[in-house]
């Protein structure tokens, strides 16, 4: 597969992160959930590196990495959205301590996040 059309592949995974995480949600998997949404967003990011600029995106988990490499102009809402999820995300990949987590992440906070991972998912495949 080409370059041309591997970002509708990183574009796909990226949905299925996506609805991974609304199931996860569903089910009460909080933590998993955030993980998911990380996930997502990075492999959007991942696909939008392909389709502008033809190249092979790093193995780097960060987003705010992508979002420099990508030049990607941000309201300062979704920037700060971004790097707070960024900074969570290795906490949900390798807790130290699941509990205390589960008890941070409230059915409203997740909900809240997994809300605002669709809305820049969205954004990012517009660019």
């Not at 389709?51 to 990607?72: A, D, M, Q, W």
């Not at 102009?73 to 509990?99: A, C, G, H, Q, W």
């Amino acid at each position: 597969m080409g370059y041309d059309t591997k970002h509708e592949e990183w574009y796909f995974q990226s949905d299925y992160d996506l609805e991974t995480a609304f199931d996860m949600f569903k089910s009460g998997r909080y933590v998993y959930c955030i993980f998911m949404c990380h996930l997502s967003l990075e492999k959007v990011m991942k696909g939008l590196l392909v389709k502008n600029r033809g190249e092979f995106p790093s193995k780097s988990h960060s987003l705010i990495y992508f979002v420099e490499k990508l030049e990607l102009k941000l309201e300062d809402s979704y920037y700060e959205f971004l790097f707070m999820l960024n900074k969570i995300s290795v906490p949900t990949r390798y807790p130290e301590d699941l509990r205390k987590l589960v008890a941070a992440y409230t059915k409203d906070r997740t909900e809240d996040i997994l809300n605002r991972t669709k809305e820049i998912q969205l954004w990012i495949k517009q660019q």
